[in-house]
T-cell receptor, first 114, second 114 residues
Framework: AQSVTQLDSQVPVFEEAPVELRCNYS??????LFWYVQYPNQGLQLLLK??????LVKGINGFEAEFNKSQTSFHLRKPSVHISDTAEYFC????????????FGQGTTLQVKP | KAGVTQTPRYLIKTRGQQVTLSCSPI?????VSWYQQTPGQGLQFLFE???????NKGNFPGRFSGRQFSNSRSEMNVSTLELGDSALYLC?????????????FGPGTRLTVT
């Protein structure tokens, strides 16, 4: 079975500062990794994904994440945040035998302050 | 391309009633997955349908059921509603569960059980 732990429930940060949202996973098999963002009263939007290959993946809105197999982590980063990045962020995993089943972390609320 | 659509967006039901939620996937997508989102439990996988067959199921009671039609549209049904079923129900579609792994989410149906 797979599990996902997002290490911070809330991350406050000032506008234009860098941010890192941490995600660790547990799995006995290879996984696919995803970050999604959810704005209030909306569904989830895919930010980026890691399937294979380069461990540094770039996504939309200036976000990037690095897959670290030895530390079973997939942390999300942005060098300079904007007020509009205020939202809830979810890390998720799936496997090759269960691609239609995402296992999500509990979410991290990013609060960008002016 | 139009995104994933879900109807209705909001629903209020009484304990003991049943409810049916609808999801129309992105055109060409054959896999539809359903998730329940609550403040306490977070995002939890309900089930996945592919080519009209349930391919995967989460740990929910039998009151939760679903189906998929030949045009890939999906419905989920909850019978004998309980207060704890109040949640945001999200559906997501993907191109082909075995070859394209990212899921695209709809805006969700907010179900309130009174």
């Amino acid at each position: 079975a797979q599990s996902v732990t997002q290490l911070d429930s809330q991350v406050p940060v000032f506008e234009e500062a860098p941010v890192e949202l941490r995600c660790n996973y547990s799995s006995s098999v290879s996984v696919y990794l995803f970050w999604y963002v959810q704005y209030p009263n909306q569904g989830l939007q895919l930010l980026l994904k890691y399937l294979s290959g380069s461990t540094l993946v770039k996504g939309i809105n200036g976000f990037e994440a690095e897959f670290n197999k030895s530390q079973t982590s997939f942390h999300l980063r942005k060098p300079s945040v904007h007020i509009s990045d205020t939202a809830e962020y979810f890390c998720a995993v799936s496997t090759s035998s269960n691609t239609g089943k995402l296992i999500f972390g509990q979410g991290t609320t990013l609060q960008v302050k002016p | 391309k139009a995104g994933v659509t879900q109807t209705p967006r909001y629903l209020i039901k009484t304990r003991g009633q049943q409810v049916t939620l609808s999801c129309s996937p992105i055109s060409g997508h054959r896999s539809v997955s359903w998730y329940q989102q609550t403040p306490g439990q977070g995002l939890q996988f309900l089930f996945e349908y592919f080519s009209e067959t349930q391919r995967n199921k989460g740990n929910f009671p039998g009151r939760f059921s679903g189906r998929q039609f030949s045009n890939s549209r999906s419905e989920m049904n909850v019978s004998t509603l309980e207060l704890g079923d109040s949640a945001l129900y999200l559906c997501a579609s993907s191109l082909d569960g075995t070859k394209a792994y990212e899921q695209y989410f709809g805006p969700g149906t907010r179900l309130t059980v009174t």
